[in-house]
T-cell receptor, first 115, second 110 residues
């Protein structure tokens, strides 16, 4: 098993659909993240979970809803998205979220297209 | 205005050439990370620099952290086609906020 796995790799959805992105980490890390990667823009941090508790929510619209049922799994529930939400959504994990935040281990990403 | 500016945004050179890409900011960072992202993959950490003026080498890649810890550079010697990818710098601000630059997309032509 690779360190961080994301499914699906590709998703096309209409604006009225409800779908979910899944992330699973096999590294025993305590923190998990959702990032949005759009062309020519920096990676945008969306949510951070530490020990299954959400510790950061960067003003993300409510049409994105994260869920962290345990320290190994992270979901991003999608509802009534807009075309501008089309992007690569990256999940990452790290050993901790403290002052010495170390390496982020990223999944391969879920490429989302909203029609 | 982006907190971390990477330049150039795009770079295409021939195999065997040398190159330098930059990561600049007006803010001070406690550490700075460089990642490489290949097509269809997530970013992978290359190096973390912590001390002002620090230089780290990873085979043909040389990373430098500015003395004031506001900027960094990545120099690649004798580039190879396998170096192709998106290079991202990320600075750690304060306790735990990691800020990414927009990336430099590097293409090495055979």
């Amino acid at each position: 098993e690779t360190g961080v796995t994301q499914t699906p790799r590709h998703l096309v959805m209409g604006m009225t659909n409800k779908k979910s992105l899944k992330c699973e980490q096999h590294l025993g890390h305590n923190a998990m993240y959702w990032y949005k990667q759009s062309a020519k823009k920096p990676l945008e941090l969306m949510f951070v979970y530490s020990l299954e508790e959400r510790v950061e929510n960067n003003s993300v619209p409510s049409r994105f809803s994260p869920e962290c049922p345990n320290s190994s799994h992270l979901f991003l529930h999608l509802h009534t998205l807009q075309p501008e939400d089309s992007a690569l959504y990256l999940c990452a994990s790290s050993q901790g979220t403290g002052p010495n935040t170390g390496e982020l281990f990223f999944g391969e990403g879920s490429r989302l297209t909203v029609l | 205005t982006q907190l971390l500016e990477q330049s150039p945004q795009f770079l295409s050179i021939q195999e065997g050439e040398n190159l330098t890409v930059y990561c600049n900011s007006s803010s001070v960072f406690s550490s700075l990370q460089w990642y490489r992202q290949e097509p269809g993959e997530g970013p992978v950490l290359l190096v973390t620099v912590v001390t002002g003026g620090e230089v780290k080498k990873l085979k043909r890649l040389t990373f430098q952290f500015g003395d004031a810890r506001k900027d960094s550079s990545l120099h690649i010697t004798a580039a190879q086609t396998g170096d192709t990818g998106l290079y991202l710098c990320a600075g750690l601000q304060g306790a735990q906020k990691l800020v990414f630059g927009q990336g430099t997309r590097l293409t090495i032509n055979p």
